[in-house]
């Protein structure tokens, strides 16, 4: 993962290769910046399909029903934000997908402050 400058605002950038350590390690340096992965549990006979998004910096975690009127990345962003939402409700707002790559059965997603705001 590489930290890019562009107009003032440091931003991460997440490239296919990146793991989730890699990741986690570049964003300790950017202040208030979140990785959050997202992973597909397909349906069963007795439950319908939903998607968990975790974030190991705070040790939590969010389950959420599969939302079938998104795309498939649309899905994962929803489940994503539910946890920011939950996790950050004082400045959820504020934050912005800084970069996501698809990674097995999910997407791994970056939220951060974009710098526009402050």
């Known amino acids: 993962m590489k930290l890019t400058d562009k107009a003032f605002i440091g931003r991460p950038y997440i490239t296919d290769g990146d793991s989730y350590q890699e990741i986690r390690d570049t964003l300790e340096r950017v202040p208030f910046?979140?990785?959050i992965q997202t992973h597909y549990v397909p349906a069963t006979?007795?439950?319908g399909a939903f998607i968990v998004a975790?974030?190991?910096?705070?040790?939590a975690c969010i389950q959420v029903a599969y939302s079938y009127e998104h795309s498939r990345q649309g899905a994962h962003y929803v489940a994503a934000v539910a946890l920011i939402?939950?996790?950050?409700?004082d400045?959820?707002?504020?934050?912005?997908v800084l970069g996501s790559v698809e990674q097995g059965s999910g997407y791994l997603f970056c939220f951060g402050e974009d710098g526009l705001n402050t």
């Open 91 to 96: 400045m959820w707002e504020n934050l912005t």
């Open 85 to 89: 939402k939950r996790e950050c409700s």
């Open 54 to 59: 975790s974030c190991k910096a705070i040790d």
């Open 45 to 47: 006979d007795t439950d």
């Open 33 to 35: 910046t979140w990785a």
